[in-house]
């Protein structure tokens, strides 16, 4: 009888969880580069700490190592590491060792063409401010793309405005800063506080827009980072660089929670594919964060 009980409430609670899934139809992912986790409690970032505080989070998600930007971003998308894809460097545009499987589009399987293969009618968008964002996606699978030229005013205000328009299933919004700030002037100076204030405002803006277009009861926003930084660089191996945010609002998701599990960036993707119920590739090492859900 007991065992019964038992099976009968694991029954409940995963019908739960997939009735609050299944509501979900559009998603938006949020990518600040250079944004480490460190600067998170220090920051006045109004716009993100709510998020933070009706949604779950961490602030021990960890890039992969180069803690650099094009192999990261790829990993972000592509739901696997370096040893997977095959990008490695700061600026790879093409992998610097063979990836593991391509698709029809000719690169990694990414999170764009998981979206066309499976969803074919979906409509996808991605807004990206540093152009080397353009290299890494399967543009032929994804229905707007929107190269912002280092203008990330440019960038969310555009966001903003596809999302209120067309209200895509998948919406990518990449941000160039504050790494610029944190290249230029340096992590843990006031400036790069600064310019996170900055950054709030343009996160502001997207969160605005799903308010906006009349969907927020059915959305899910995530936003993480690529690395952090340290003095005027990343690349390395210290935390400062390696650690980065990852957020999680929207249905279904529990409220003012810290994810206590193990977040690596490549997992990004796969939450995504998970939320959407959309079967992952098999050359994809992410695991989805149902942790951040109710029910689990």
């Not at 920051?43 to 992969?64: C, D, F, H, I, Y």
């Not at 979906?122 to 707007?144: F, H, M, N, Q, R």
């Not at 939450?271 to 590739?281: E, Q, R, S």
């Amino acid at each position: 009888m007991k065992k019964s009980i038992i099976a009968i409430c694991i029954c409940c609670f995963a019908m739960q969880l997939n009735a609050q899934v299944k509501k979900v139809k559009h998603v938006v992912l949020i990518g600040c580069d250079g944004f480490g986790a460190y600067a998170v409690p220090d920051a006045k970032m109004p716009n993100l700490k709510k998020l933070m505080e009706t949604g779950s989070w961490s602030l021990k998600a960890r890039s992969v190592l180069p803690s650099s930007s094009a192999v990261n971003w790829a990993s972000m998308l592509m739901g696997a590491g370096p040893t997977e894809h095959g990008y490695t460097e700061w600026g790879s545009k093409t992998p610097e060792i063979p990836s593991a499987t391509t698709t029809k589009y000719g690169i990694f399987p990414s999170i764009f063409s998981v979206i066309r293969d499976q969803k074919p009618a979906a409509k996808t968008a991605v807004i990206y401010s540093w152009p080397g964002i353009g290299p890494l996606v399967e543009k032929d699978a994804i229905s707007i793309v929107v190269p912002g030229n280092d203008n990330d005013d440019f960038c969310a205000d555009t966001a903003a405005t596809i999302i209120k328009r067309d209200k895509p299933y998948f919406t990518f919004v990449h941000l160039d800063e504050p790494d610029g700030t944190g290249h230029g002037i340096g992590h843990r100076t006031p400036a790069y506080y600064e310019q996170l204030q900055k950054v709030d405002i343009r996160i502001g803006k997207i969160v605005q827009a799903v308010k906006d277009a009349g969907i927020e009861n059915e959305t899910i926003i995530i936003l993480s980072a690529d690395h952090g930084g340290t003095g005027k660089g990343h690349g390395g191996k210290s935390l400062d660089e390696v650690l980065i945010p990852w957020v999680i609002n929207g249905v279904g998701v529990k409220k003012n929670h810290e994810i206590k599990d193990v977040i690596i960036t490549y997992d990004t993707g796969a939450t995504i594919a998970w939320i959407l119920g959309l079967k992952a590739p098999q050359s994809w090492r992410g695991k989805a964060v149902a942790n951040s859900f109710t029910g689990n």
